[in-house]
Every structure is written in structure tokens, then in C-alpha cells.
DNA sequence: ATGAAAGCGCTAACAA
DNA sequence: TTGTTAGCGCTTTCAT
């Protein structure tokens, strides 16, 4: 591997000349410059990242820690992430926690400690009382997103506005016998979030007037499966069921569509679907739903580090991101 | 931060000796581990990943290399990936070409050659000669997950033989008038994978003595979007379509179930329809396909890597990981 | 079983 | 504008 000095030794100069002709610092004259930048692309020259940071204290990495990568959420905004920090010249680390909690505190104590990255964001997730003190105390930037964390500054969109938009379109076009998807539990992905739209959609159906029934409230676990086999029984009884059903994720509201269709049940002639996310397939699924940016609230956030990074204080921000109903064949009146 | 001075110091031993204790090394009495574990964790001592990656040679992190990391195959792999690192204490880095070329030769410049890394993995992808030959080129030990790239070995399934059993199975239900909904195109992400699926079904379908229809070779861009889009079209007319529909992915699979719902042709009355994958959704929309486990040769692959940076010695492995016909509600006998 | 000391390859004062 | 020189915090011989 050739190194600083076989570049330097090359053109008889100093490492520090070539250091700083290669990271384009001022105090170089343009003719050493460019005569260094060639010389160190003739004989493959690649600085050592381990080098460099043990010298200068920065990594040029950032982390990413979040409980599962596999989940549409998560993967979106790990991709907004990847491009700013690609932009950046930043490599991008992957702390997943998947699934098992082994491992966990090794995550916790022997990387996201181990000066391996300049900053770190933290996906929305349930964190033990010791992993979110962690988190608190860490010495470098650091942020969620998605839902809250105690105790730590994240962005997101504004989930309760966003449930009670949800809501409201299905009122708004004469709905009253409404149920609601829930997401949340088996995974550790989120404690904030589920709830937040669990209570929103308490609330606006309280503002409105109109009862809940807890019947109603089924457990979809944010994800296709156990939607449809909480919707199957839900929708079974042609004679009480509910004209309209919000669910807090787009996969659970895919779910439900598969379920109506499986029992026959006209969408939305007899029921009206409206999810969370505008995930991939709700567009040609024709799914009505609260549209949000996962890419953008990542790119967002890591702009944000970026920037303490660089200027080295910590940023003011508007803690949230966008939403926006899409409305599309899954919602209509209700039937009379 | 405290560094394993400060702990040597506090213990009046060497640095050399903390060191040794830290990374369990034989040498050291068991007395002075156990005195210097204890002080460590009471002085909150984390090494650095820099200075040890300098001194040793080793980063103790394996890169990957995708197309996008927001998309089932890949998002899939890496969870895989990942768990593997995780149980042997390696962090992983994701390079990410994402979308637009921008920024591509900075990755392999920048990062993949920056000594960060003790090993790259790399997901089936088109690549660029010049990119191709930096893989081949790699000092350190690599492979590609997914589809072939010359030159490079790599594991994955057996893409011919998943698609002829797809074909075969449709064929064994009497179907002769068969469609193939093929991937690949827009994306960079792929060219083997398409290629070999599409290449086995021109292949079964003439070993079987069945014809192919130019026409019927539909484009799905492995995306739920355009093959919905293209089925609409394949099955427009119902006086001459397919009785069965190949598809490459289950993604594209599902956008024919959407497009024959639209068209309310019955599945698997009318239509019968198969895709490869299993993902997530497959089951729960009752889709027939060939399932492969992307987490498991991301895991397979990981192993392998991390067995040779154990061992310093290339590994003998089967390139070919298993996959298997799964039969649901969306297949069935050719109507008569 | 432990210690001393020489780097690993760079960056960042400080000089010149 | 360029060079000199300390480190950065570890690992790893080689001694002891």
C-alpha cells in the first residue's frame, strides 16, 4: 500500500504539503498542487481513513442505529441518509439491532462508543432505560427520527396531525362506524409513533362526536399479515361491521384491501381504507392515504449533524416534516 | 475520553498488558484480567477503532456494496448481512450507488480502497468496466451476492433452475398460453438475474414444445408499479390472453393479481400466476412462487468472508444456495 | 506473565 | 508557501 510518504518521497516535498494539496487546503501553491494530485493518482495513492482519524479526530463516518433494516420505513430513510452523507464524502455505518436482542449492549458499548463515527441518528425505537441514557450522554451529535425519544431532539412529521387527518377524510366524507388498524408491539421498532396515532385517532373521533368501539380497535402489528388476519375478523359480520377503517400503516391498510377482497366486501362502495405512508405500492394499489418522506426526513436529519459538524454548534430546526393526504379509490361516502 | 493509558496508569501495569486482557490473549494471569476488565468498566474505557485499526492492519468492518439499499432483495440481504457482523463483532459500512450515477467513482475511490474495510461484499449490480476491474482488483477478500459478475465469484440461487421450476409448475397444470413478466432495465440494478430468469423460460417453454409469444413478453421493471401497468395491457383482451403469467419477481407478480382484480379476471379460475421470491407479502396474497432467502446468502456470504479473514486463506463453497417451490391460491389447472 | 518501545499513516501546530 | 515535528491510541515484537 503506498503511503503519504512514498507520495511525498516521489515528488520531494513533505507529507504535510501533500496532505494539504490533497484535502484541497489554502496554502499550497496551484502548480504543487496539482503536481502532488497527479503523482498520487499515478502511484494509487489512497489515504488511510484509520489514519486520518486517528490523527484528526474525525472519522468521516456516520451511524445509523435502528432496530431492523427490512422494514420500509427504515431502509427508506437509511437511503435519504446514504445520499447526503454520500454527497458529503461521509461513509455511512449500519447498526441494526434485528430482531434478537443479542448483541444489543454490544452494539451499544463497542461501537456506537468506539469513536468509529462522528455522529450518529437513531431510529425510532424502543430503547432500554441504560441504551436511551446512553444515547443522552453521547459526546458527538447526534438525533432520532421518526417518533420521540425522551430526552433526545429528533424530526419526524407530526404524527398526531397526521392520524387526525386520516380521520378527518373519513368523517369529512360521512363516516361514523370507523375501526382502527393499530400498529406497534411484537417488534421493538417504535413505542412513540403507534401510540400517537392510536390516541390521535381517540381524540378526533371524540372531537367529532362519534364512538369508539374498542371491538374496533384491531392489533396490526405494522405489517400485511397480521392486518389481514385481524381484518378478516373484523369485517365479518356483514350485519356490524365498520363503514371505514384508518390504519396507521399502508402495509396493514394492504392487509385490510386483501381481506375485503377475500370476503367480497366493494371497496369503497362498502368500505373505505386510508393508511399512513404512501409506501411503494399504495399508488397502484389505489390507496388513499397521509403521504410522508421517509428519504426526506432522513436527509433532513443527517443534513442537519452534517452541519453541527461542520460548524461545530448545535442547530436550530423545526422538529417536523411534512405530510399530505393523497386521495385515491380507497375512500369514498359512506354507504347509506 | 479515557484511553488504555489512563487504565494502565490507574492499574500500574502496561499498556501492553490492558491490551492483551481487553482482547482475551493468552499470556496474561487470570487475576490481571479480571483486576484490569473491572477497571476498564469502571473507568468507561472504550477502544478507539482508529487506533487500533492503524496498529493492527485490521478495521474490524466489512463493507457492502449496493444499488439502492431500499428495495425487498437488497434491504433483505443486508439484514442477513448484518447478523452475522453483529455475532462476530464487525461493524458494517453500506455503500449505496443509489439512483443517479453521481458520486459512483467517489465510493470506490474514497471508501472501498480506503483501508476501511477488511472486505466488501457486493450485491449483483451492473457495473462499469472500470468499477468492475477495482472489484477484481481488491486486495482484500470479496464476493458478489446475487447474480454473476465476471470475474468475481459470488453465491446465490440457481436463477435458471428457479425459473424453469417456476415455468414447469405452470406447465404441469396444463397451462400452454404462458406470459413472462420479466425485471430488469431501468434500474442498474441487475443484468445476469433478468437475464438468466427470461433465458430459462424461453428455454423450458421450448423443450417443452410450447411457442412464445413476442407480445407476451411483458416488461415489469421488477417494480409492482410498471408491471401492473404492462398486465393491464398483456390481459386486456379477453378473447386472446395468457392463461398463466411468469414473473420474475413476486413485486411484479403482485401488480398482475392488481391488474386481473382491475380487469376482474379470477385468479386462479382465469389466470394463473407465479413469481419468485417470497417476499413478505407473498403469503399472506396467497401468491404461488419459488422462494429464495436473500438474509440467508447475505449470512452465507458474510460467513464465508469473515471465514477467510479468520483463516487467511480463500474458502472452498458451493456458489449455489437453495430454492424451493411454494404453492398457493394463485395457481392452478389451465381452464379448458 | 509482564514491560519497553517502535511503529501504524496521518494531521496539525509551529517554524522557517 | 513549505517543512519539521509531535503526537493520535493502539498493537506487536522483543526483552525481561
Redesign the pocket.
Known amino acids: 500500500?503506498?503511503?503519504?510518504?512514498?507520495?511525498?518521497a516521489a515528488?520531494?516535498?513533505?507529507?504535510?504539503?501533500?496532505?494539504?494539496?490533497?484535502?484541497g487546503?489554502?496554502?499550497?501553491?496551484?502548480?504543487?498542487?496539482a503536481r502532488v494530485t497527479t503523482t498520487a493518482k499515478r502511484l494509487g495513492?489512497?489515504?488511510?481513513s484509520?489514519?486520518?482519524?486517528?490523527?484528526?479526530?474525525?472519522t468521516m463516518a456516520m451511524g445509523v442505529l435502528l432496530p431492523a433494516i427490512d422494514r420500509w420505513y427504515f431502509s427508506a430513510v437509511l437511503e435519504g441518509v446514504d445520499r447526503r452523507l454520500r454527497a458529503a464524502g461521509y461513509d455511512l455505518i449500519v447498526f441494526s439491532l434485528g430482531g434478537d436482542g443479542v448483541n444489543r449492549d454490544r452494539v451499544f458499548h463497542r461501537s456506537i462508543l468506539r469513536?468509529r463515527i462522528d455522529a450518529l441518528l437513531v431510529m425510532c425505537m424502543h430503547l432500554t432505560d441504560e441504551e436511551r441514557e446512553a444515547v443522552q450522554q453521547l459526546e458527538y451529535p447526534h438525533i432520532v427520527v421518526g417518533g420521540a425519544v425522551e430526552g433526545v431532539r429528533h424530526v419526524g412529521i407530526d404524527d398526531a396531525q397526521a392520524a387526525r387527518d386520516a380521520v378527518e377524510h373519513l368523517i369529512a366524507l360521512g363516516h361514523t362506524r370507523i375501526a382502527h388498524m393499530r400498529g406497534g408491539g411484537s417488534f421493538d421498532i417504535d413505542f412513540e409513533v403507534p401510540r400517537q396515532r392510536e390516541q390521535a385517532f381517540r381524540q378526533t373521533m371524540a372531537d367529532h362526536g362519534l364512538g369508539i368501539r374498542e371491538d374496533w380497535s384491531a392489533f396490526g402489528d405494522f405489517t400485511f399479515a397480521t392486518s389481514r388476519v385481524s381484518a378478516l375478523a373484523l369485517l365479518a359480520d356483514p350485519a356490524d361491521r365498520p363503514t371505514a377503517v384508518f390504519c396507521s400503516s399502508d402495509e396493514m391498510a394492504f392487509g385490510v384491501l386483501r381481506a375485503a377482497a377475500e370476503l367480497g366486501i366493494g371497496v369503497p362502495g362498502e368500505l373505505s381504507v386510508i393508511g399512513i405512508d404512501d409506501h411503494e405500492f399504495a399508488a397502484p394499489m389505489g390507496l388513499t392515504t397521509i403521504r410522508q418522506d421517509p428519504a426526506d426526513q432522513g436527509a433532513y436529519a443527517a443534513d442537519l449533524l452534517l452541519g453541527e459538524l461542520l460548524r461545530n454548534e448545535p442547530a436550530e430546526y423545526p422538529p417536523s416534516r411534512p405530510h399530505l393526504l393523497v386521495e385515491r379509490a380507497s375512500t369514498g361516502p359512506a354507504p347509506v
Chains 1, 2 share one sequence.
Open positions: 500500500m503506498t503511503s503519504i510518504d512514498d507520495v511525498a515528488l520531494g516535498v513533505s507529507t504535510a504539503t501533500v496532505s494539504r494539496a490533497l484535502r487546503l489554502p496554502g499550497v501553491a496551484e502548480e504543487t498542487r495513492y489512497v489515504p488511510s484509520a489514519a486520518s482519524g486517528l490523527a484528526s479526530g474525525r469513536k
